[in-house]
């Protein structure tokens, strides 16, 4: 039977993290929800994010006394209330005001570990005050590697605990959504323009009395008098560095005392190499098919990659969650952790600060109930016989979700 969907706009009353997308959708101009939700080139990444769980069927087991269920887990060393991590995103502000500070707050109150993007509207330092927050600094390597010291010496002295680093965006993704809405880089043509009259609200939130939001760890960067959205965003894409190789990795662990993980990867061997070399902790994603088109998805690889880094460092992964079922699927094949992208940005775009804890609300039920279902008590307990790998049908796979 096909699903109804949620018609209105409150977030309270979202069933899923479906409905959270339809109400972000109606909630932004299409510029910045397609920015939001668009995949590279042909976006069969993007697609195949959704459709590869439907490779991995339940073996659930019943009469095992499932009363006493529980989420908790280590992450990084300490416990948190769930399995998840709220991703790096960048320009959150453009979803609502103090967007990253409105996740980093959810985040909190779930007890869960936040990280800021590079490319955020909020200082470092700001999300460092976040009272009870375990926050992580994500950063792009950019060719001006005097900048990525002073950032690094920035996470320090907020008293950061863990950098991030992402690998699989040396070059950027042909993202032709946002090459068709703008005119020239945040300036959107004059449908666009338009269409925004439809969306007083966002106008009022997210434009009214500042103008649109600003990169807020990049003042390093950007030259004098280049500091606008506008400025930024050329500078951001010639300054992501192509001769990013491993000997940057070790001079980053050279440098950063802390703890470091590495995201992008999507070749167990590399991650092998990442363990070998003393990183903490691994994202196996392919940036929400925000990159390389016809990547394979993260869930194709888990299971081997899981194989040969042993228990050296702890392995996460992203791209395409949105239902509990989907996370379980990744612990049973050994994840330690999944990252939310999109899922906690529809959130946010629906319903600020409230939105994102009603979608990791969402989820934690989900996931609770899916590991009762299953015939499991605790996450530690899910391991690849709970499920059976099955391909789909052709055509099955091509369609929509
Ligand atoms: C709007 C948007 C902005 C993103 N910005 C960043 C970023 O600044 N740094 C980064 O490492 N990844 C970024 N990502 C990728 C996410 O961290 C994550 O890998 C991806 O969203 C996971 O896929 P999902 O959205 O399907 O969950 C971004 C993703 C989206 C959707």
């Known amino acids: 039977m096909k699903r ?3 018609p209105g706009t409150d977030y309270r009353r979202a069933l899923n993290i479906a409905d959270l997308e339809r109400i972000a959708q109606r909630r932004l101009p299409n510029f910045v929800f397609e920015y939001l939700q668009g995949g ?6 993007l697609h195949r994010n959704r ?5 991995y069927l339940f073996h659930p087991r019943t009469l095992t006394r499932v009363d006493a269920r529980h989420l908790s887990t280590t992450i990084l060393g300490q416990r ?3 399995p998840l991590v709220i991703g790096p995103t960048g320009y959150n502000g453009m979803l609502t005001r103090d967007g990253d500070l409105k996740l980093a707050a959810a985040a909190s109150r779930q007890d869960i570990p936040f ?3 590079n490319v955020a509207t909020t200082s470092l330092e700001e999300i460092a005050t976040v009272e009870g927050l375990r926050a992580w600094m994500q950063i792009y390597f950019y060719r001006d590697r005097d900048y990525v010291r002073k950032l690094v010496e920035r996470c320090h ?3 950061y605990e863990t950098i991030v680093i992402t690998t699989d965006s040396a070059i950027y ?3 032709e959504w946002d090459l068709r809405n703008f005119r020239r880089p945040m300036q959107p043509d004059w449908r666009n323009l338009l269409h925004l009259c439809s969306r007083p609200r966002w106008i009022a939130d997210v434009l009214i009395p500042d103008g649109p939001p600003t990169f807020k760890n990049l003042d390093d960067l950007l030259p004098p008098g280049q500091q606008s959205v506008q400025g930024a965003s050329a500078i951001i894409g010639q300054q992501l560095d192509p001769t990013l190789n491993w000997d940057d990795i070790a001079w980053l662990r050279d440098i950063w005392q802390g703890k470091l993980i590495i995201k992008g990867l999507l070749s167990p061997e590399e991650a092998a190499q990442a363990a070998a070399s003393g990183i903490d902790g691994i994202v196996l994603s392919n940036h929400g098919g925000r990159q390389l088109d016809h990547a394979l998805s993260p869930l194709d690889i888990l299971a081997d990659t899981r194989k040969r880094v042993g228990q050296r460092c702890q392995l996460f992964v992203d791209s395409g969650f949105r239902r509990g079922t989907d996370i379980v699927k990744a612990l049973a094949l050994g994840a330690d952790a999944v990252w939310l992208g999109r899922a906690t940005l529809y959130g946010l775009a629906a319903g600020g600060q409230p939105g994102v804890e009603h979608a990791l609300d969402i989820l934690r039920r989900e996931i609770d109930r899916t590991l009762g279902l299953l015939g499991e008590t605790r996450l530690a307990d899910l391991d690849a016989s709970h499920l059976v790998k099955c ?3 052709n055509g099955e796979t091509g369609e929509s979700d």
């Open 4 to 6: 109804r969907p949620y």
């Open 40 to 45: 590279a080139d042909d976006e069969r990444t």
């Open 51 to 55: 459709t590869v769980f439907r490779d």
């Open 80 to 82: 948190h209330a769930m």
């Open 115 to 117: 990280v800021l993007s």
């Open 157 to 159: 002295a907020a008293g």
């Open 173 to 175: 993704g042909n993202r």
């Open 391 to 393: 391909h789909a049908p």
